[in-house]
């Protein structure tokens, strides 16, 4: 009946990525009583927004709450980095939307390519401001998982970052 992977199941301690907002760690497992229905939840703090979320344990996979990602998917991230910019030319707020999309879908390979489509040189044309807003975004997003997989700081890894890109 329970189709409820345990191999899935997320530890106390453990950095994870919610896809929503990022990266957090688990700092319990908590039972609450929500009308009647007793439910265990993931108490996962957000290491950048000082944010408490609680996810229903049988909501993980629905939610996208997952452990951080491998080595070798954060190898990926920094070859898809290097690739040449994929630029659509489509309107901003279709392209935007292709953009939060990929966000917010928490996979560091897709957030990747937004960082690798919206990085401009400083000797580059201008960005809108809404282009820098996405851009900042994105590779905060990717930073942070960076960090929490390299087990170095935030700063560290969006130095390592923008020096793949400055390298293009």
Known sequence: MSNIKK???LKI???????????????????????????????????????????????????????ISSKKIIDEVFETLKLKPKI???MWSRRAQEYETKIFSGDP?????VVRDLFRKNTQAEQSYSERQMFQVAIERLAREVAAVEKTDYFQSTEKIESVLNKK
Do not use: C, W
């Open 7 to 9: 191999s899935n199941s």
């Open 109 to 113: 390979i897709r957030i990747a390519e």
């Open 13 to 67: 301690g453990e950095i994870v990525v919610y896809p929503k907002h990022g990266v957090g760690e688990i700092t319990k497992i908590e039972q609450m009583e929500v009308s009647s229905i007793k439910t265990k939840f993931y108490v996962v703090k957000m290491e950048q927004s000082k944010l408490l979320i609680r996810v229903p344990l049988d909501k993980q996979e629905e939610v996208g709450l997952r452990k």
């Open 88 to 90: 659509r030319r489509i």
